[in-house]
T-cell receptor
Framework: DQQVKQNSPSLSVQEGRISILNCDYT??????FLWYKKYPAEGPTFLIS?????DKNEDGRFTVFLNKSAKHLSLHIVPSQPGDSAVYFC??????????????FGTGTRLTIIP | ETGVTQTPRHLVMGMTNKKSLKCEQH?????MYWYKQSAKKPLELMFV???????ENNSVPSRFSPECPNSSHLFLHLHTLQPEDSALYLC???????????????FGQGTRLTVV
């Protein structure tokens, strides 16, 4: 049972336009959400996060939106740049046992920015 | 450079071999993790260590054996693996407490393992 779902395996966006990556989750205990970016032959790197007490978090060109009622979050990148081409993973965590948290990841979305 | 170093970067091993993956972090983090990334699957958590104590074993077969001698080092000992174990193995560390804003995991570059 996949608790974090990224239903779009790939996405192509024109340079300068907005990229929107989506993520859905099923576990209502999740209270912290993160986006990771991964280039080939490298480990994932943290991009941006949001806790369940917020519905929006912005960091430069990156904004994450959280809709708790729909159990949906999205990552907006604007304007999109060629260097943004990578695989983006959505991840979620539940503060069930302090000190024993773990991240549950989605399958990733490959974003390609077209020059 | 994330501060988490994994060696080797690539490993090819036979099904009867014994090998070890190494992970090192000098970020002062108290939690370390092993993840497995197979093609078209989510990152799968394998093991969690908090303050050198294993707090999670996510139903991983015994042919994978983790070791955490101190809070900066984590090993994954491999023996009698199967071809389906071929994957990218990622180590990560964190300060723990995911619920706090600004807390995240730092990943190593991974070891690409091929079992032949």
């Amino acid at each position: 049972d996949q608790q974090v779902k990224q239903n779009s395996p790939s996405l192509s966006v024109q340079e300068g336009r907005i990229s929107i990556l989506n993520c859905d989750y099923t576990n209502s205990m999740f209270d912290y959400f993160l986006w990771y970016k991964k280039y080939p032959a490298e480990g994932p790197t943290f991009l941006i996060s949001i806790s369940s007490i917020k519905d929006k978090n912005e960091d430069g060109r990156f904004t994450v939106f959280l809709n708790k009622s729909a159990k949906h979050l999205s990552l907006h990148i604007v304007p999109s740049q060629p260097g943004d081409s990578a695989v983006y993973f959505c991840a979620a965590s539940a503060m069930v046992n302090f000190g024993n948290e773990k991240l549950t990841f989605g399958t990733g979305t490959r974003l390609t920015i077209i020059p | 450079e994330t501060g988490v170093t994994q060696t080797p970067r690539h490993l090819v091993m036979g099904m009867t071999n014994k090998k070890s993956l190494k992970c090192e972090q000098h970020l002062g983090h108290n939690a370390m993790y092993w993840y497995k990334q197979s093609a078209k699957k989510p990152l799968e958590l394998m093991f969690v260590y908090n303050f050198k104590e294993q707090t999670e074993n996510n139903s991983v077969p015994s042919r994978f054996s983790p070791e955490c001698p101190n809070s900066s080092h984590l090993f994954l000992h491999l023996h009698t693996l199967q071809p389906e174990d071929s994957a990218l193995y990622l180590c990560a560390s964190s300060q723990g407490g995911w619920g706090k804003d600004g807390t995240e995991a730092f990943f190593g570059q991974g070891t690409r393992l091929t079992v032949v």
